[in-house]
């Protein structure tokens, strides 16, 4: 027998397994000795409006009954080491699931990465934490899993439009995700745990006759009468295929440039930048459970999303939270050497002691005359130029500029700076010399907003660490709605955050998927 249970419950109830199960049978009038019982919880929201959390649960409840897999699809590769192949280009979310789409419906995906495996990349990684080197094609950016895989590992989206979300957790846990993230209302992974699952995935697209070839960058396309044939590498090797889905992420500017030079339409899209805010996580905690000490052992670190509309000159922008790390790390995630960029991760418990969030400003195309002259490059050459100035004053190395939130609002250098979680350190500086009048002008009106809405946000004991710039990307590579294929280009399929069209890693995994779907659909014969 199955019962379905509709419940709301303490953390500890919710949390503690032993518990949990002993509630769940005692709300169904049951004693907690019942044999051949068995409760789980198949969905999880957590509710701190009030003054006591509460957390809604959906659970099931079996009795003399297996309760089997909470998987609904097991993913079936097909061997395809010789069937006609696609030519995927950049090993993010967005590559990996395309390659994995490809050959369930049977077709070989070479995948095309500039970046080293998940292993080898860690030694990048150290680098430039440690002594402030940039690998241009390794990086927190550049490598198997792309920016996804050193990261929160946060699989809460709101796109179903082009996908079944379901689907993609389902793989995941498939490959080694835990169960877990098919239950909680905003799963996460974590970044200890990303590299193994990206490992996997890469395993699957190999034992199924599937290529993926690291440190490998795209130089040059081979486009003939308006039509994609392959691609060109560093090394001089053409690869040629049925087609190119072009996955390569926010930051390969090398590849926007690439299709500007030759002419292939592309556009610039708005995006937003700011800086990364971070306080202590108990600070944050005792803000959103109302607690007096700490959050106690059943609650996970707490989270916060904020968003607040300002005016300066006549003109209209969002401020807001973007990617909220809780318990986590600020990391330096520069792709070229003499630019600074920060961006955050968390681990899968969530327990550093500091909370880090981007706070951003939306960029209008509008709000950058000066650049028109790079036309659809505009926005990437705004995006750069910030990065290079935080560099500069930053002091010429990865140590990144930072303000406490009430000296920058007041417009006073720090004389101290706090504790931080980021690696290469901190140089204390006047943020409005980074960052543009318009971007700072609307973060202070906002710090103050956030401060009526979360009482104790706008505290001197939280510091701005600059810059937080690839919320986005820059440019648009267009598609055709329908079909997903350039407007301009046969065969050439843009895809993922690169391309424009998603915004983390399960949206980026859907469009991924959608993308081989389109490309072989249209070219690959039945």
């Keep these: 027998m199955k019962k379905n249970l509709t419940l709301q419950l303490s953390p500890e109830e919710a949390y503690d397994p032993e518990v949990f199960k002993n509630t769940v049978l005692k709300k169904s009038g049951l004693s907690p000795e019942t044999p051949h019982s068995f409760a789980r919880q198949i969905r999880r929201s957590i509710d701190a409006r009030g003054r006591k959390v509460i957390v809604n649960v959906e659970a099931e409840l079996f009795l003399n009954e297996n309760p089997g897999s909470l998987l609904d699809h097991f993913p079936e590769y097909q061997d395809v080491h010789h069937s006609e192949p696609i030519i995927i280009i950049g090993a993010g979310p967005a590559g990996l699931f395309a390659a994995l789409r490809a050959i369930e419906l049977g077709v070989k995906p070479i ?14 990684l150290a680098a430039i934490n440690k002594e402030g080197i940039v690998n241009p094609d390794s990086n927190y950016c550049f490598g198997e899993g792309g ?13 179903k439009k082009r996908g079944d979300i379901r689907r993609i957790m389902e793989i995941l846990v498939a490959h080694g995700a835990t169960e877990e993230i098919l239950v909680d209302a905003h799963p996460h992974i974590g970044t200890n745990k990303l590299p193994i699952l990206v490992a996997k995935l890469r395993e699957s697209i190999l034992e199924a006759g599937g290529e993926i070839l690291f440190e490998t960058r795209v130089e040059d396309f081979l486009i003939e009468n308006e039509e994609i044939k392959g691609v060109k590498t560093q090394d001089g090797e053409t690869i040629k295929g049925l ?12 590849i926007f440039m690439l299709l500007d030079a030759k002419k292939v339409y ?26 007096e000490i700490d959050r106690g052992p059943y609650l ?36 070229s050497p003499g630019e600074l960029v920060v961006n955050g991760m968390s681990p899968s418990r969530r327990d550093s002691k500091f ?15 000066q650049y028109q002259k790079y036309g659809a490059l505009s926005a990437m050459h705004f995006q750069a130029e910030v990065e290079q100035r935080a560099w500069e004053i930053g002091g010429k190395n990865q140590t990144a500029p930072a303000q406490r939130m009430v000296d920058f609002v007041n417009r006073k250098v720090s004389s101290s700076l706090l504790d931080t979680s980021y690696q290469p350190g901190l140089n204390s500086v006047e943020m409005r010399e980074v960052l543009p009048d318009f971007i700072s002008a609307r973060m202070a ?6 401060g009526q ?14 810059v937080e710039s690839r919320t986005s990307s820059p440019v648009r590579i267009p598609r055709d709605r329908e079909s997903f294929e350039h407007p301009q280009i046969k065969r050439l399929y843009p895809c993922g955050e690169g391309a424009g069209y998603a915004g983390g890693i399960v949206s980026a995994a859907m469009d991924g998927e959608r993308c081989a779907e389109k490309l072989i659909a249209a070219y690959v014969k039945k």
């Design 355 to 369: 909370a880090n969030s981007g706070m951003v400003v939306s960029v209008e195309l509008e709000d950058l005359p």
């Design 266 to 291: 592309i556009e610039a899209k708005p995006f937003a930048l700011g800086v990364r805010i971070e306080h202590s996580q108990n600070l944050i905690d005792k803000i959103q459970y109302h607690c």
């Design 453 to 466: 809405k979360m009482k104790g946000y706008f505290t001197n004991d939280a510091q701005l660490i600059g």
């Design 147 to 159: 920016a996804g895989t050193y990261s929160d590992g946060k699989l809460y989206t709101r796109s």
């Design 111 to 124: 995948v095309i990465e500039r970046g080293k495996d998940v292993r080898a990349r860690r030694r990048d």
């Design 300 to 335: 996970p670190a707490a989270a916060y999303s904020l968003v607040q509309q300002t005016e300066y000159q006549g003109k209209q922008r969002g401020v807001f939270s973007f990617c909220m790390c809780p318990g986590g790390f600020i990391v330096p995630a520069a792709t």
């Design 243 to 254: 087609g190119v889905i072009l996955a390569t992420g926010h930051s390969a500017r090398d």
């Design 445 to 450: 009106m906002a710090f103050k907003a956030f």
